[in-house]
């Protein structure tokens, strides 16, 4: 089945430690520190495989996560930064924020590349912390943690050929014939909810991907039914074959519904009423009356299309359909996939609204709760042995505006502070 939607989480991966460590040399006794940096995590990155047509592998496994950074090491050594996490997709992906709906990636050409979850830098080693006051630090920073978010994939069809029509004509018995797909079949309207994809060899050693679209119906570009699920589909495509029921045995007259068809293909854009197209009139097998179609054949051929009368139950016509689309294929230029426009507008990482810097200070029964990932960061950053480092702890938060939050929701001397698993009794 083709996958056009996916939702998964991402998270680049965590910066390494930083290193509190002191020179140890045989010949200087009063070493200073020496620790070095942590390496930077992993990016997760996604990149454009042109192989590839579908999400099908992100229905699978919903999580990523990239590597972590190495820690710093002794001797000012800086721990290796982790390679990126790059997630293939095909092209024509875009990539949603699904907390803001904003665009953060549209990929289009083969190679591009996208940074979705940025990793966290490299904590600084405890040589970045001796002061003229400070000979000897015994306490380095935290990594930071890398970026997460849930995102939402979509694919735009890149499929070679698209079958378009009304619901019920036929497109996914002419799919399941003419190549391995299984899409769903039965008799009634939107058997197709989701474009399925199958690969089509009529003429040896030459293949096209021929995609069933859902079927349209009057007001799609207006979203309408299953309009602009299908509508976005029909984009990059490069040839339509038109089905139509020309049996009329719904009732409905096969030149109304064509022109319906394409009156919405137009409406929705412009260029897809450009798009060459070849009529399947299609169910010719029920026809009582074989002047009907060729009564229709005479209307379209006045109007320069090629027609081709089949039967999906009986597979009569779609060899010659299929030998004929395989020829103009050959004719057609590849569409080219337009660059987002202005009113699709990709942002970039830096817009999104993070809330690594914000801090929530807040009363739990008779605790008083401080958390964030700033806290946590500093917190794990402490070594509470060393009066240094706890000055320097109390310091930050002061600056933060801890205390000052603390107060205003009414601490008081003797309470309980708790950041994550750690408990302190507040004084003044």
Same mark, same amino acid.
């Given at each position: ?23 140890? %040399? ?41 590597? #972590? ?14 390679? $990126? ?11 949603? @924020? ?22 966290? +830098? ?13 000979? =000897?630090?015994?306490? =380095? ?19 070679? /050929? ?5 619901? $019920? ?5 002419? *799919?399941?014939? /003419? ?27 030459? #293949? ?26 029909? %984009?990059?495509?490069?040839? *339509?074959?038109? /089905? ?17 068809? $394409? ?10 009423? #450009? ?25 379209? #051929? ?17 060899? !010659? *359909? ?10 057609? %230029?590849?569409? +080219?996939?337009?660059?987002?426009? %202005? ?17 929530? /200070? ?6 008083? &709760?401080? !958390?964030?990932?700033?806290?946590? +960061? *500093? ?24 205390? @000052? ?5 009414? &601490? !008081?001397?003797? @309470?309980?502070?708790? &950041? ?9």
């Amino acid at each position: 089945m083709f996958v056009d939607k996916a939702r998964i989480f991402v998270k680049g991966g965590k910066g390494g430690n930083g290193a509190a460590s002191f020179r140890r %040399e045989k010949y200087v006794p009063a070493g200073g520190p020496d620790g070095g940096d942590g390496g930077k995590g992993g990016d997760v990155v996604f990149e454009v495989d042109e192989g590839l047509k579908t999400l099908m592998d992100f229905r699978y496994r919903k999580k990523y996560v990239a590597d #972590s950074g190495e820690n710093g090491k002794n001797k000012g050594m800086y721990g290796k930064d982790a390679k $990126n996490l790059v997630l293939k997709v095909p092209p024509g992906t875009t990539v949603k @924020d699904e907390k803001t709906g904003l665009i953060i990636a549209d990929l289009v050409k083969h190679g591009q590349r996208a940074v979705i979850a940025r990793g966290g +830098k490299g904590g600084k080693g405890n040589i970045h912390f001796k002061t003229s006051t400070r000979q =000897a630090p015994n306490f =380095a920073e935290a990594g930071d943690h890398g970026e997460e978010r849930w995102v939402i994939l979509e694919l735009k069809l890149l499929a070679d /050929v698209g079958l378009v029509g009304f619901p $019920n004509v036929g497109k996914s018995t002419i *799919l399941s014939v /003419v190549t391995k797909a299984t899409p769903k079949i039965a008799n009634y309207h939107f058997t197709t909810i989701k474009p399925n994809l199958g690969v089509v060899e009529a003429v040896e050693g030459k #293949s096209f991907v021929l995609a069933d679209i859902p079927g349209l119906i009057e007001g799609a570009h207006e979203g309408v039914g299953l309009g602009h699920e299908f509508l976005r589909h029909v %984009e990059r495509t490069k040839l *339509l074959i038109h /089905v139509v029921d020309v049996s009329g045995i719904e009732g409905r007259d096969p030149v109304d519904d064509f022109e319906k068809i $394409n009156k919405e293909l137009e409406l929705f854009n412009e260029k897809l009423a #450009s798009t060459q197209q070849i009529i399947a009139a299609n169910k010719i097998d029920l026809l009582d009356d074989y002047k009907k179609y060729e009564e229709f054949e005479k209307i379209m #051929s006045s109007r320069g299309y090629k027609i081709f009368p089949i039967s999906a139950a009986t597979k009569s016509g779609l060899r !010659e *359909l299929m030998l004929y689309v395989t020829e103009m294929l050959d004719k057609i %230029e590849d569409v +080219k996939i337009a660059e987002p426009k %202005e009113e699709h507008k990709v942002y970039k990482l830096d817009k999104l609204e993070y809330d690594k810097n914000k801090i929530i /200070v807040r009363k739990e029964n008779d605790y008083y &709760i401080v !958390e964030g990932k700033a806290i946590e +960061k *500093l917190l794990y950053s402490t070594n509470f042995e060393n009066i240094d480092s706890l000055r320097r702890f109390q310091n930050i938060l002061k600056k933060k505006g801890v205390f @000052d939050q603390l107060k205003e929701i009414g &601490i !008081e001397d003797g @309470d309980t502070v708790k &950041i994550f698993d750690i408990e302190f009794e507040y004084y003044d």
